[in-house]
């Protein structure tokens, strides 16, 4: 029995020395663990500590500095517990109120002129984006906008669409569309692109040619390259600055339009020349033109009375040598039997 017992122990105390030596193995990883973070954290400490000192070097040199040199340290102090301080809840209630801004629209009147529908229309989208208005406010605010004819519209379609148990308008997007359908008519796209292809010059300006063409486009729509707006321009132009613009070298359209301007101011400065003024005007202007020149007063009258003196002495020697001649056959005076 002692034998058997003396073999129990010694297995026990093996045991008991593994586990102590994996306990020992844990504690030394552990060990290397904690200073790897500590480590780790120690480098962390050190970047932030010069991230503080490059703030604190920068925020010093952009304070004025008062005369006094023992007031700095206690200002500065006092300027960073005032950064640092939490903002008061009063305060978040006084940007929720400055963000709350009432927006006034245009009035519209429900006039049949599609530029100044289009005009409002493009009015009230930028003020939407501006004010950041959300989407349940926008119908409200443009329905208070309506004024005459409009407002007595917008009744009437809120009552046709209760009759007919169709929902209301809610969403900006959908009176838009109702708008456009009453003041914009089906044919106003083809009369767009009609006259955007038909525009000339004539007798507007530069900058006037160039702001119509734009907003032809605008309205209609168009996108399209660079080269086919400088063509479009370039063939509307009149001859005489056309022809000294193509000569030119321009490095885009807004170049192009700098270009034309320049030509334009010494044109005006030189004054209209004869076949600018012939493109510009009809052929009845221009007629009388040619009637104001033929008819103008004559520098030196003497000449012209010597002149015609001569003319008159000259057919007066011709018909008096006429006059002597007789013919052979009835002796008669100023003609000959050929």
């Known amino acids: 029995m002692s034998k058997h017992s003396f073999h129990l122990s010694s297995s026990e105390s093996q045991d008991n020395t593994s586990d102590f030596q994996k306990i020992l193995e844990e504690l030394r990883v552990m060990k290397i663990n904690t200073d790897v973070q500590f480590a780790i954290m120690a480098e962390e400490i050190k970047t932030l500590t010069k991230k503080d000192h490059k703030y604190k070097s920068k925020a010093s040199s952009s304070k004025k500095y008062s ?20 903002v008061p809840y009063h305060h978040h209630k006084r940007d929720r109120k400055s963000k709350e801004i009432r927006v006034d629209l245009p ?47 917008w009744t009437a379609l809120v009552k046709d669409r209760r009759l007919h148990h169709e929902p209301t308008i809610v969403y900006w997007n959908d009176l838009k569309s109702a708008l456009r359908r009453r003041h914009i008519p089906s ?118 009375i010597g002149q015609e003196n001569l003319k008159r002495k000259e057919k007066h020697a011709t018909s008096n040598r006429t006059s002597e001649i007789k013919c052979f056959k009835c002796l008669g005076c100023g003609h000959v039997k050929s």
């Open 187 to 304: 044919y106003y796209h083809r009369e767009l692109m009609d006259k955007l292809h038909r525009l000339n010059q004539k007798n507007m300006s530069i900058e006037e040619y160039r702001q119509k063409m734009e907003l032809y486009m605008m309205r209609a729509g168009i996108r399209e390259e660079e080269n086919v707006t400088v063509a479009r321009f370039l063939s509307g132009l009149s001859l005489e600055i056309r022809d000294r613009v193509e000569l030119l070298p321009y490095r885009d359209f807004h170049d192009l339009v700098q270009i034309c301007t320049k030509v334009e101011q010494q044109i005006l400065r030189k004054g209209p020349s004869r076949s600018s003024y012939s493109n510009s005007y009809p052929k009845q202007d221009s007629e009388r033109e040619g009637k104001l020149i033929r008819e103008k007063p004559i520098e030196n009258p003497s000449k012209v």
């Open 107 to 153: 009035n519209f009147h429900g006039t049949n002129d599609i530029d100044t529908f289009l005009d409002w229309e493009m009015k009230v989208e930028q003020l939407f984006e501006c004010y950041e208005v959300s989407e349940e406010k926008k119908v409200p605010l443009v329905t208070l906008s309506f004024q005459g004819h409009a407002l007595h519209w």
């Open 67 to 86: 005369s006094s040199k023992d007031e700095r340290p206690e200002r500065d102090s006092l300027r960073a517990i005032k950064h640092y301080q939490p």
